[in-house]
């Protein structure tokens, strides 16, 4: 089946940079985006969502970038601190249905 | 709005045994998720719920595994004649109805097979 990808599987910053997580996907169907953030022992947590209406979506120091011709979506933190150290999960939504297919991860570790 | 809650957070069980989990998802939320988990993977579809109705099964749900939403609210998931490859974290999500909603976690239910 089509799964979400992700290029790199650890990133390391220094706090306070700028992170950005990539994820590419191969469902052209996919029309509903999420990022998810989950830390040791505890469930993902939703973080921002963007649909495949849009190319831009900013929250709390988070933008989601969606560029549908190549199939890529980012994420980007700005002034990266300790408490976003976590595991990072892009997960994809086909048209019409309500199952979310979600990549593997990358591991975001943040460093004093 | 107290969140999806789990129970229990740890199983620990032979081979062969039943097991069965609890999800109560927020409350105004009519949809519910079941997902498995494994160590360094993203979480795997099971099954979703729109109010007591299951809508959708995985292939990964076989025979052994059933899922339960009597009244609409909190859903059950009973995992029968336990294999060693059940072991794995498994998690429960919400949503309100509509598309494009985000699903919101709980924090699993992390199940280990003696």
Sequence with gaps: ?112 | DTGVSQNPRHKITKRGQNVTFRCDPISEHNRLYWYRQTLGQGPEFLTYFQNEAQLEKSRLLSDRFSAERPKGSFSTLEIQRTEQGDSAMYLCASSLAGLDQPQHFGDGTRLSIL
């Design chain 1, 1 to 112: 089946g089509e799964n979400v990808g992700l290029h790199l599987p650890t990133l390391s910053v220094q706090e306070g940079d700028n992170s950005i997580i990539n994820c590419a996907y191969s469902n052209s169907a996919s029309d509903y985006f999420i990022w998810y953030k989950q830390e040791s022992g505890k469930g993902p947590q939703f973080i921002i969502d963007i649909r495949s209406n849009m190319d831009k979506r900013q929250g709390q120091r988070v933008t989601v970038l969606l560029n549908k011709t190549v199939k890529h979506l980012s994420l980007q933190i700005a002034a990266t601190q300790p408490g976003d150290s976590a595991v990072y999960f892009c997960a994809e939504k086909e048209s019409g249905t309500y199952k979310y297919i979600f990549g593997t991860g990358t591991r975001l570790k943040v460093l004093a």
